[in-house]
C-alpha cells in the first residue's frame, strides 16, 4: 500500500524483481478467507471434483501450484510466455478460476496435484 513503511515497499519491490511474490497483510486476510472457504465446502458425495484439464495443462498447473512464474514455465516448456498466458487463460474458464490462486487451490483440492510430483516432468 502507498501508506506503507518505506523499508517494507523496498522489499516487496526486492521480492517482486527477483520472482518472488509479495502480499500485503490485507492481501493474506483475503487469502486466509477464500482457503477458509474452499476447505469448508460442502462435497455432497465425498467425492473430490475432477477437472477436466489436457495432459499439459495439467503440467502447467503442477508448476503454477509449485510457485513458478510464468517466464519460468515457458522457458521449461521452450513456448513463449503469451502461450503459457493461454493455457493459463482457458483454465481458468475450465474450473471456474479467476486467478492463478484460485486455479491452484481447486486443482490441489481436486486432488489430482497431491498424487502427482510437483516438479513435473518436462520434454
Do not use: C
Amino acid at each position: 500500500m502507498k501508506d506503507s513503511p518505506t523499508e517494507l515497499l523496498f522489499e516487496a519491490i526486492i521480492s517482486v524483481m527477483s520472482g518472488g511474490f509479495w502480499l500485503g497483510q490485507t492481501l493474506v486476510s483475503d487469502l486466509m478467507g477464500l482457503v477458509r472457504s474452499l476447505s469448508q465446502s460442502p462435497s455432497g458425495s465425498g467425492a473430490k471434483p475432477t477437472l477436466s484439464l489436457t495432459p499439459r495443462e495439467r503440467e502447467v498447473v503442477k508448476l503454477v501450484i509449485a510457485s513458478h512464474t510464468n517466464r519460468q514455465i515457458a522457458t521449461m516448456f521452450s513456448v513463449s510466455e503469451e502461450t503459457i498466458k493461454h493455457h493459463l487463460t482457458r483454465m481458468f474458464q475450465k474450473v471456474g478460476a479467476s486467478n492463478r490462486l484460485e486455479l491452484a487451490m481447486k486443482a490441489t483440492k481436486s486432488g489430482f496435484a497431491a498424487s502427482a510430483d510437483l516438479t513435473a516432468s518436462v520434454r
